[in-house]
C-alpha cells in the first residue's frame, strides 16, 4: 500500500512529465525511465539520495513536491 508520501510524489512526477516520453523525462531528472514508471505507479519508493537528484535537476524544493 502506497504512502501519501509516494502518492505525492507521483502525482508530482507525472505533473511534470506530462506529454514528455518516460525516456526523455529520464535524461531530465537523472534517474532510469524504468524507476520513473514506478515511483508514478506507487509501486517503488524513493530514496533521500534519488530525491535529492531530482530535486536539483527539477529545480524544486521538498515543498514544491509534498506541500
Avoid at 37 to 61: H, Y
Amino acid at each position: 500500500m502506497a504512502s501519501e508520501l509516494d502518492e505525492k510524489l507521483a502525482a508530482f512526477l507525472r505533473k511534470k512529465r506530462g506529454e514528455m516520453t518516460y525516456a526523455a523525462f529520464s535524461r531530465k531528472v537523472g534517474l532510469p525511465a524504468s524507476t520513473i514508471f514506478r515511483l508514478e505507479q506507487c509501486q517503488q519508493s524513493i530514496t533521500l539520495g534519488r530525491l535529492q537528484t531530482v530535486m536539483e535537476r527539477l529545480k524544486c524544493s521538498l515543498d514544491d513536491i509534498f506541500g
